[in-house]
């Protein structure tokens, strides 16, 4: 089964999906605000009207046995199943996504704190793909833990959502023989999932650095004995010229601005070594993966920042205990552990990435996926490419300081840089009147306030819908599509991009079946993360 991830801006890479051409939809959208005048969202009829009408799409796009797996908010639970109910949507099953490790965390005073999501699993046909011994996925509670920075997997992406969430939801709602399609790959999870369940999918990534991630990490013909060998050569030559002067002084240091920032001078001195050391290897998978797990320890465990709510922050860590070595040397013996135990000889999917701006997609045109499962950036002013910055430059992915606000100005969401300084440049208009429309005049409210983020927001939906039109050619009839959105307050507005991208899925061609809240944001109070559900018409 062939897996293909393309590092690209994802808007124009998926437009074009055939009537019943999908087995199986994910969705996991952003999340809709409540009204703000009466607070509460069920009031508000144009919520409803886009869930309706992306509903209706979903339903011409899933094929007859297929399956659509719906994260949707508590709160909204009754009103959306009338809706189930009016369109004549076979409602299977309500499972409850519990999680444990965030107990609390949304409480205010006077209520409980929230630890679960549901996630409606709605079919037409009696195909599931459960195991021959019952567990707990036969069940309709699943307890997944919510992804954290101190897992043992060592999460890269800042929204990174569990992998045994979607190992259930791939196996039993999809079979061999589909063909799934993420345009925003990220670090790679709804890849790595369809590559565990041996369904073939092919992702697009434009971050060189993500790219990198998505490849090595869906890359599982590898040996663990040889894996091995390379880390224990990478070992004697490190241990033989940790301390040697005239290697490290021909060895080039990363271009980024302000190094000293970085990295203290003898925490930089090991990292060199170590790559040195990984470079000295024959170019190949076995060196890309010993890079791959010094890259899983850069950030933050080696490098003077903190990870913050959503965006690095510089600390100080002059007087810290910092051992680049060890840590480094620990979690490549993991990955090797990983690779005996999980892999072994044992059959897998193959997969191809593709390194390419979704919305001017570089990939072969025979590519028709039948299943969109994605999440883009979110409207907050989140800069990927400033998170992945030390990581771009330290593995020579970068060589001349500007490539990163350069790489954050085509961006979707871009916001670092040069890429805010284009936005303060007159006034941004919609791309056409499926976005005017869909905007319905928010970028008015906040031009009120501020020019900049205006243009900011307009300029998001902008490229997402290039995106969505680029994305055509690669969608087969009746495609569905789940995208994982998360709506944000921007001058004091709410930007409710899942009802937004409803309208603008609407207003180029696609169906909408439903927008299903899943769960609230860390980032602020009543911000909300969601799946909208089309389908190609």
Known sequence: MAIEIKNKDCFELMAEMQDKSVNLIFADPWYYPENQKTKNAFEDDVFWDITKKWMKEFIRLIKDDGHIFISFSSQKMAKFEFLLAELGVPLKSRIVWHYRNAGGRCADKGQFGKTYEMVYHLGFGDRLNFPEKWGDERFDVWTIAIPQSNFTDKKIHPFQ???????????????????????????????????????????????????????????????????????????????????????????????????????????????????????????????????????????????????GRLQLHFIDRSKHHIEAWPTFFKHAKQIIEDVKVHLGNKEIASSTIFHTDSRMPEAPTGLKANCVITSPPYPNRYSYVWNTRPHLYFFDLFQIPKQASDLDKVTIGGTWGTATSVLTKGIIEPLNQAVKTALNGIQDEIRNEDNMMANYVVNYFNELTKQIIAMKPFLAENARLAYVVGCSRTKEKFVETDVILAKIFEGIGFSVDTVERIRKRNSGKDLHESIVYCRKS
């Open 161 to 307: 959502k569990p992998i045994a969430l979607l190992e259930r939801i791939v196996g039993i709602g999809s079979s061999e023989g589909d063909l799934v399609l993420d345009p925003f790959s990220g670090a790679g999870t709804t890849i790595i999932e369809c590559k565990i369940q041996g369904i073939t999918s092919f992702g697009f990534e434009i971050n060189p650095f993500l790219h990198f991630v998505c490849r090595v990490c869906t890359n599982w013909t590898l040996k663990h004995d040889k894996l091995a060998d390379s880390l224990n050569s990478v070992e004697d030559f490190f241990l033989k010229n940790q301390k040697n002067l005239e290697l490290l002084s021909r060895i080039q240091k990363p271009t980024i601005s302000s190094i000293e920032r970085w990295w203290r001078d003898d925490v930089l001195d090991d990292l060199l070594i170590i790559k040195y050391a990984i470079n000295l290897l024959p170019a190949g998978e076995y060196r890309d993966v010993l890079l791959l797990a010094l890259a899983a320890v850069l950030v933050p465990d080696l490098t003077n920042v903190t990870l």
